[in-house]
């Protein structure tokens, strides 16, 4: 007498359709992933140069070294800085990601004791699809709006 044999698995189409499908998943997050990505760098930019501009109001504030206190972009880099841009004695430096820009920002001054700002700031940061406008008022008032 012949014993049937029962084979168990998987054809090669089941194979080749379930891979098809998680091909097509695959390539169509990618999508959401950049744009997360993107919003990622855009905050960090944007909170770092935030910090940055009320660090060297606060050091202005405080007279911190007797010094003048401001802040820079240059060359994809903003920095704080103590005596001038160019040439300071102390820096605190943040290098913008790829894709991201800034217009609006060369280099502003703080009063000392007052933290007023040597001009009124209009900051604008893009990355992607993300904008940020950052004012500050001639009295060192700020303001953050996302476009």
């Not at 140069?49 to 060297?56: D, P, T």
């Not at 790829?98 to 001054?109: H, N």
């Amino acid at each position: 007498m012949e014993s049937l044999k029962i084979c168990s698995g998987f054809t090669l189409i089941e194979l080749l359709v379930v891979l098809g499908i998680t091909a097509i998943l695959a390539v169509m997050t990618i999508p959401f992933s950049l744009n997360y990505m993107n919003g990622v760098r855009h905050n960090r930019a944007r909170d770092e140069i935030v910090s940055l501009i009320r660090k060297s109001q606060m050091f202005a504030l405080n007279s911190k070294g007797d010094s003048t206190w401001g802040i820079c972009y240059d060359n994809g880099i903003v920095r704080l800085y103590s005596g001038t841009c160019s040439n300071s004695e102390y820096k605190n430096e943040f290098e913008l990601s790829s894709g991201t820009y800034i217009s609006g920002l060369t280099d502003v001054q703080f009063t000392n004791r007052t933290g007023e700002p040597s001009t009124a700031l209009n900051i604008t940061i893009q990355t992607g699809t993300f904008s940020n406008n950052i004012s500050m008022n001639s009295i060192g008032g700020m303001q953050i709006v996302s476009n």
